[in-house]
């Protein structure tokens, strides 16, 4: 034990001696799993650990107040591909340009968020869609060079205006087209179709499925879909 810059140091058997804690250490990773016994199978209890991270995360921030009143499900709008909403309200009609993916998709996933952020208009470094009244709508989770995931991509809400206090909601399918271009490609009407069926009428996609040669695992929140694309 020794005092150095205003802190004290302490040895990892202190740990154990004072708390009764085990230690295992990781030294590939150079983790240290404090009070864990950390199993043989440790990529894949960390995925579980981080699936359930994002689902209680998702759960905990799914419903959203707004003047204090709780909005739940809304009711949704269609939207079909001359990206206009079917009640004939236009998408400019608040002089929104809709964005457009220029780019291809990237095996490094820093310069995929770099396109979500300068070409569709994330932010927080391209892992965030905001809308107002909605920030988070759509939501991209970077995960750890162990994991056997590349991304989980959360949507959180659709085109339902939730009674007109998110006014901005009809922008996200049309978002989507191109965000989910960018990981699938000529396959993104796919996914698109399930987050479709999903907020308009409560059908939860397949636990999994194929698009682009990607495997992609689905998770379902209190109101939200989780999509893990495997690597």
Do not use: C
């Not at 140091?9 to 708390?19: M, W």
């Not at 759960?59 to 001359?82: G, V």
């Not at 206090?165 to 000529?186: C, M, N």
Request: aromatic share 12%.
């Amino acid at each position: 034990m020794f005092f150095k810059e205003n802190e004290i140091y302490v040895p990892l058997s202190f740990i154990s001696s004072k708390n009764g804690l085990n230690y295992p250490i990781q030294k590939e990773e150079k983790i240290i799993y404090v009070g864990k016994n950390y199993p043989n199978n440790q990529k894949e209890k960390n995925n579980e650990s981080i699936k359930d991270s994002i689902i209680k995360k998702s759960n905990e921030t799914n419903q959203l107040q707004t003047n204090n009143k709780k909005i739940n499900k809304p009711i949704n709008n269609q939207i079909d591909d001359n990206n206009s909403i079917s009640n004939n309200k236009k998408v400019n009609s608040d002089n929104w340009t809709p964005p457009v993916l220029k780019s291809k998709w990237s095996p490094n996933t820093l310069e995929n968020f770099k396109i979500l952020q300068n070409e569709l208009g994330f932010s927080d470094g391209g892992t965030s869609y905001n809308i107002q009244g909605r920030p988070g709508a759509i939501q991209v989770i970077e995960t750890s060079p162990s994991s056997q995931y590349e991304v989980y991509i959360n949507f959180y809400m659709w085109d339902g205006d939730a009674g007109g206090l998110i006014p901005q909601a009809y922008r996200i399918p049309i978002v989507a087209k191109e965000f989910l271009k960018l990981f699938f490609e000529d396959d993104y009407m796919i996914p698109f179709n399930y987050l479709n069926d999903y907020f308009h009428n409560g059908v939860v996609p397949p636990e999994t499925f194929t698009a682009n040669g990607k495997t992609v695992e689905t998770i379902e929140g209190k109101s939200n879909i989780i999509f893990a694309i495997q690597k």
